[in-house]
């Protein structure tokens, strides 16, 4: 078993040599597969994706780091997760499921104890399933950045029982911020901790946008968590290269997640990274209301999370009835206000009047500091629970308890 250089063929290999590849033939290889030209083709005869990053950008990243991934056998990775066991499996979606598993650590490192690691093994989907553990490689083999997820290393592989594809990254031990936003029973993630969170990942998306890279899939649950809460982007398999030149858009096929895809690129399939800031924007207010973009169980005017954080614009006295109940009230409601407008600002449907990603990291970093200096309670705003629920009475029956001027939901 071995793994193939998957950018360096541009012809399948003859068949005789499958054969003795399968009888236990070794090719060595000591780095990461080598970027080439679009019009290339890899080793299994199918053309790489579109979005192949550019000389000017991704290349110049890829030559630094390229003798940093580690090429694995099937038989590795079997052995890190005891075959793929069950009680191993992290995590499942349409890709494929990932493993926690453990592999021994470089001769060269000063600890003696296996490295966990998540060991991601796609489904035998064809060519989709290869586009997309393709682009991770490409892009994740060459950005380098604290809230992008490292990519440690990868293997690719034509055995006896078929095509094997995986992937192999840093472990985020904290999961993702859709488990601790939406999960029954997880850890209530405090104001100031959301807000530190979605500056890391929006630090990390200015860093993709830098290198002209469109994330095309920013949604809670690609937002991993590591031991100290530092969020990090995953699963770049949708990942795109940004237009190039005079280009203001790359044309592409319309894939993603519902509720959080930009309206231009819905109507039309015309990618931008200004595309990026409007799925920010919908997280933004997942954390505000610590509700999920749709909710179908919910009352009609309430199942899209848009659509209903509408009717308490971030200036009316009626804002505070959308803030998360499970803060109880910790947090300050200027900087909340202010967070909603931002968010706003991402959600414009012309994407020339979204903010860039440098900017609503800096809106970001302002905001933090009025959390810091700001009274986190609702006690101190102008809002009293009097006029709440004066206003509740007027706006509709509200469910729960008000406590300090916030409806406290079931």
Known sequence: MNCLFLFKSKKPKPRNQQKDKRKGKEIAQNSAPELRNQSETSSFNLQTPRSLPSPRSIRDLYTEREKNLRVFTYQELSEATYGFNRKLKIGEGGFGSVYKGKIPTAKDSDSDSPLAVAIKKLNR??????????AEVQFLGVVNHQNVVKLLGYCSEDGETGI????????????SLEDHLFTRGSRILPWKQRLEIMLGAAQGLAYLHEVKVIYRDFKTSNVLLNDEFC???SDFGLAREGPQGDNTHV???RVGTQGYAAPEYVQTGHLRLKSDVYSFGVVLYEIITGRR???RN????ERKLLDWVKEYPADSQRFSMIVDPRLRNNYPIVAARSLAKLADLCLKK????????EIVVERLKKIIEESDGGECSMAGSKESTSQVRSKSRVAGPVKGSLRGGVSVRG
């Open 298 to 301: 919910k009352p009609a005017a």
């Open 350 to 357: 012309n994407d020339k009047d979204r903010p860039a990603m």
């Open 231 to 233: 969020p990090k982007l």
């Open 164 to 175: 094997e594809r995986l992937l192999v990254y840093e472990f985020m031990s904290n999961r």
């Open 293 to 295: 973009t749709i909710e």
């Open 125 to 134: 989907q064809g060519l989709q399933g290869h586009k997309q553990w393709l």
């Open 251 to 253: 044309t592409t096929a």
